[in-house]
């Protein structure tokens, strides 16, 4: 039951999940922060099963950092997007991930976004969402996003998009978790 959502602006890269946490019929948390930073210009916003969210997350977040410290090459958003997606598609035949992910970061290239199936399918887009809640915030991108998106403005769309989802959606999802990337790092809002 999870909402996951981002797009891109002039100068940042924005996602945003809900912070609950449940099972079948029960709720276990409604403060888990499913966005993980795996550097310091790069985040995964996943959604998925717990399990696998956090286990595939710290697999790939510590092997790129493995790589960057044997190398001493720090991958840009498009490698990790596509390093991400060849695991992602290896463990399809070996034991698969249930995580979706949306991979927002910020490189020499400007701010980017990758959209990332469990299945493997890899996307860069300027907006999108994964989860039930991708049924309820996917038109409010489409009808307010623009290509030279301010952060104010992309602050008062994912306003939009959580109260779209609080107020249509059957489940309750009362919390959500905003970060973005910008050339000075990461922060949450």
């Given at each position: 039951m999870d909402t996951v959502f981002g797009f891109v602006g002039k100068d940042f890269a924005l996602v945003a999940t809900d912070c609950g946490v449940a099972y079948s019929i029960m709720r276990f948390s409604d403060t888990e922060d499913k966005i993980m930073a795996v550097d310091d210009n790069k985040l995964f916003a996943m959604g998925g099963e717990i399990g696998d969210r956090l286990n595939f997350g710290e697999y790939i977040q510590k092997n790129i950092h493995l790589y960057t410290f044997r190398t001493g090459i720090k991958l840009n958003v498009r490698e990790a997007a596509n390093y991400t997606r060849s695991e992602l598609a290896y463990a399809i035949r070996n034991g698969p991930y249930q995580v979706n992910l949306l991979i927002g970061g910020f490189d020499e290239e400007g701010p980017s976004l990758y959209w990332l199936?469990?299945?493997?399918?890899?996307?860069?887009?300027?907006?999108?969402a994964h989860g039930y809640g991708a049924y309820f915030v996917s038109g409010l991108p489409d009808n307010w996003f623009k290509p030279d998106l301010t952060l104010d403005e992309g602050i008062e769309l994912v306003k939009k998009c959580i109260n779209e989802v609080?107020?249509?959606?059957?489940?309750?999802?009362?919390?959500?978790v905003v970060k973005i990337v910008t050339k000075d790092g990461i922060r949450v809002i």
């Open positions: 199936d469990y299945l493997g399918t890899l996307q860069k887009l300027t907006r999108g609080q107020t249509r959606f059957l489940m309750s999802q009362k919390n959500f």
